[in-house]
C-alpha cells in the first residue's frame, strides 16, 4: 500500500509547475541555446540574472500552494506541515551543507515528495534550501538555481511509480542515487559556460551544441563526480535504513489529520 499524497496535482498546479520548470530550463540551459559569447575572464556568469530568476520563481512558488488552495487540494493543516519539514530540511542542511557533497536533507525530500506528492515535494524542495541557505549562508547566484534543481528532486519522487513493500524502498533507494548524482550535473550548468577549465573542459561560444555538451560531460566527470557519487550514496543508505518508519510516520500523519475529508458536524446536537 502506498498511503495517500497529500498535495494532489490538479489542473491548475500542474500548469503552475509546468512553467516553473520551463522556467527553470530556460534559466540553466539558456548560455547553451543562445550561444553566448561570456566565457573566460570577461564572464558575468548568472551573477546578473540570478536574482531575477529569484524574483520570477517565489511568485510561482506562491502559485503553485495558490493554485492548489483553490482547487482545494491544500489547507492550513498542510501548509503548517509544509513549514515543519522545510524547517526540518533547513537544519539538515545547516548540519551537511554540501561538505563532500554529503547532504542529509535530500532524502527527507525525496521521502516527503514520495508520501505527500509530488506539487508538495517541489514546493517543499524549494523552500527548504532557502531556509538552509538562509541559516548557513549559503546566498549567492547559485541559490535560485539549488531551489530549482531541489524542487525537481522532490517533485520528481512524487511522479515515480505506485508501488509498495520492499520494492517501494528498493526504488526510492535507486532513485536517491541517480537523484543525488544528476542534482550535482544539472547545478553545474549555472557557471560553467561562463569560465576556463582549458579547451577540453570549457564552453566554446558558437560550438555545435553536442560538442559543447560532450565537453561538458567530460568537466562533470573530472571535477564534481567526485562529490555527485557520495550526495547519491548517503542518501540511498538513508533511505535504505530509515525510509521505511519515516514513510510510515508521514501516512499515520495524514491519516489522522484527515486532510482529504471535509470537516462535518452532522450527528452532534446540543440541548
Not at 153 to 168: D, F, N, S
Request: charged content about 10%; hydrophobic content about 55%; overall charge positive.
Amino acid at each position: 500500500m502506498t498511503g495517500p499524497r497529500l498535495v494532489r496535482l490538479k489542473p491548475r498546479s500542474t500548469a503552475t509547475l509546468l512553467l516553473a520548470s520551463v522556467v527553470g530550463l530556460l534559466a540553466f540551459s539558456w548560455p547553451l541555446i543562445w550561444q553566448t559569447d561570456q566565457a573566460g575572464a570577461s564572464a558575468i556568469g548568472h551573477t546578473t540574472d540570478a536574482p531575477w530568476l529569484f524574483v520570477l520563481l517565489l511568485p510561482l512558488l506562491v502559485a503553485v500552494v495558490l493554485a492548489e488552495l483553490a482547487e482545494a487540494g491544500i489547507d492550513a493543516k498542510v501548509i503548517s506541515l509544509l513549514g515543519m519539514l522545510a524547517a526540518v530540511g533547513a537544519a539538515l542542511r545547516a548540519l551537511g551543507p554540501g561538505t563532500a557533497g554529503l547532504e542529509p536533507g535530500f532524502f527527507l525530500l525525496i521521502l516527503a515528495g514520495r508520501a505527500f506528492g509530488a506539487g508538495f515535494g517541489f514546493v517543499l524542495g524549494a523552500i527548504s534550501l532557502l531556509a538552509g541557505a538562509l541559516i548557513s549562508g549559503g546566498v549567492g547566484p547559485w541559490m535560485p538555481f539549488q531551489m530549482l534543481a531541489c524542487a525537481w528532486v522532490g517533485c520528481l519522487a512524487g511522479l515515480l511509480p505506485r508501488v509498495g513493500g520492499r520494492l517501494e524502498l528498493l526504488l526510492l533507494a535507486a532513485y536517491s542515487l541517480v537523484a543525488g548524482i544528476l542534482y550535482g550535473v544539472v547545478m553545474n550548468l549555472w557557471f560553467w559556460p561562463f569560465a576556463t577549465f582549458g579547451s577540453d573542459f570549457s564552453f566554446i561560444p558558437g560550438d555545435a551544441l553536442a560538442d559543447n555538451l560532450h565537453r561538458y560531460l567530460l568537466f562533470v566527470v573530472a571535477t564534481s563526480l567526485g562529490w555527485d557519487i557520495p550526495r547519491g550514496v548517503l542518501c540511498a543508505v538513508l533511505v535504505l535504513a530509515l525510509g521505511r518508519p519515516v514513510l510510515k510516520a508521514f501516512r499515520r500523519t495524514a491519516r489522522k489529520a484527515a486532510f482529504d475529508v471535509p470537516v462535518s458536524f452532522e450527528g452532534r446536537h446540543d440541548g
